[in-house]
């Protein structure tokens, strides 16, 4: 499992310094209807098409209360998703602007967690919990300095999990 922690922190720390990168040249360039850039392509692939792909496959599975949970869960990064696309594009805002962007990722997540709350005395309620544990790791995103900062907040969190 250490493993698969080590393995996600570098590719977060990559994804943060592509971000970066793109920040710094003032943006992805290109309009609305220019294509995705490498951040977000990389994001599709690496994480939505990655273990999380996995995720949602197997909680389609089992259905019931796992498959509306992950649901929860594919909307967070879908609106993540969104996030990235639009970071891509434009230069850094203000921080009360960027904090205005964020908000639907912080709703998204809250979500997530309330789903898990309401459901405490289900038969899955540790999967649930689990995932409630671990959905703050899209907040990665509003880390303005480098990813292994937070690496030991993420390892805490990955062995209660």
């Known amino acids: 499992m250490s493993g698969d922690l080590a393995n996600l922190v570098n590719r977060l720390e990559a994804v943060t310094a592509r971000l970066e990168r793109v920040s710094s040249r003032g943006g992805g360039g290109g309009g609305a209807d220019a294509g995705n850039s490498e951040i977000v392509e990389e994001f599709d692939s ?4 990655g273990k999380l792909k996995t995720y949602f496959e197997l909680s389609a599975k089992i259905g019931g209360e796992v498959q509306e949970h992950a649901a929860l869960v594919k909307a967070t990064f879908q609106t993540q998703r969104e996030f990235i696309v639009a970071v891509s594009k434009h230069k850094a805002p203000p921080p009360d602007v960027f904090q205005k ?19 405490r005395g289900s038969k899955m309620s540790n999967h649930l919990m689990a995932v409630k544990e671990g959905i703050g790791c899209v907040g990665w995103v509003t880390v ?12 805490c969190r990955w062995v209660w999990s």
């Open 101 to 119: 962007a964020t908000a639907p990722i912080a709703k998204r997540v809250d979500e997530v967690q309330a789903f898990c709350d309401k459901r």
């Open 46 to 49: 690496q994480v939505l098409g």
């Open 144 to 155: 303005v300095s480098c990813m292994s900062c937070v690496v030991g907040v993420v390892s």
